[in-house]
């Protein structure tokens, strides 16, 4: 069974830093690119940032970009968000997902979420 | 960025209803295009992929269609457990988009 947990969320300081992480399990994590995905409160879905199956290939939104590093650990099955120079806007749920497929696709999986509260 | 745009953004439904949502993108994504549907408090669940393609476990009810810039998703009978919030997204490029969701809700 497929299962993504993230955790790392918490209430942070607007300047402040945050490292979120997404412990998978279930699959061959090293197969799969995977993305984060946020969600602001009573708001839609925002991609965030995405990293291919090695690691070596990112993405991000505009939004994040200079501020969010992603980077995958696949010996120890685990994502994770570095989020630093946090603004109030970033306050969200923040998902992990998994890609359907390896090269390209669509969130099959998704794990429950972890909550950043960027406040003074 | 590939701007989605769905409409409408919410209405409502009864139950046995055949429901329509559509989902325009800013430009061509050719059938690199899915559906999502999420409810209260639980994270979203893909429901379509590949612009028709219907993802194991779903039920029949659903089904989507189109390509390239239009997309739509349908559900042929409304269930009670269909009131939700549904997304669209094309994943053809990065930045992955979202369209800005549609919210079923009881008539």
């Known amino acids: 069974e497929v299962q993504l947990l993230e955790s790392g969320g918490g209430l942070v300081q607007p300047g402040g830093s945050l490292r979120l992480s997404c412990t998978a399990s279930?699959?061959?994590?090293?197969?799969?690119?995977m993305s984060w995905v946020r969600q602001a409160p009573g708001k839609g879905l925002e991609w965030v940032s995405a990293?291919?199956?090695?690691?070596?290939?990112?993405y991000y939104g505009d939004s994040v970009k200079g501020r969010f590093i992603i980077s995958r650990d696949n010996s120890e099955n685990t994502l994770y968000l570095q989020m630093n120079s946090l603004r109030a806007e970033d306050t969200a749920l923040y998902y992990c997902?998994?890609?359907?497929?390896?090269?390209?696709?669509?969130?099959?999986?998704w794990g429950q979420g972890t909550l950043v509260t960027v406040s003074s | 960025a590939i701007r989605m745009t769905q409409s409408p953004s919410s209405f409502s439904a009864s139950t046995g209803d055949r429901v329509t949502i559509t989902c325009r993108a800013s430009?061509?994504?050719?059938?690199?295009f899915a559906w999502y549907q999420q409810k209260p408090g639980k994270a979203p669940k893909l429901l379509i992929y590949a612009a028709s393609s219907l993802q194991s476990g779903v039920p029949s009810r659903f089904s989507g269609s189109g390509s390239g810039t239009n997309f739509t998703l349908t559900i042929s009978c409304l269930q009670s457990e269909d009131f939700a919030t549904y997304y669209c997204?094309?994943?053809?490029?990065?930045?992955?988009?979202f369209g800005q969701g549609t919210k079923v809700e009881i008539k």
């Open positions: 279930g699959f061959t994590f090293s197969s799969y690119a």
């Open positions: 430009q061509d994504v050719s059938s690199y």
């Open positions: 990293a291919r199956d090695s690691g070596s290939t990112t």
């Open positions: 997204q094309q994943y053809y490029t990065y930045p992955r988009t």
């Open positions: 997902a998994k890609d359907r497929s390896g090269s390209s696709g669509p969130f099959d999986f």
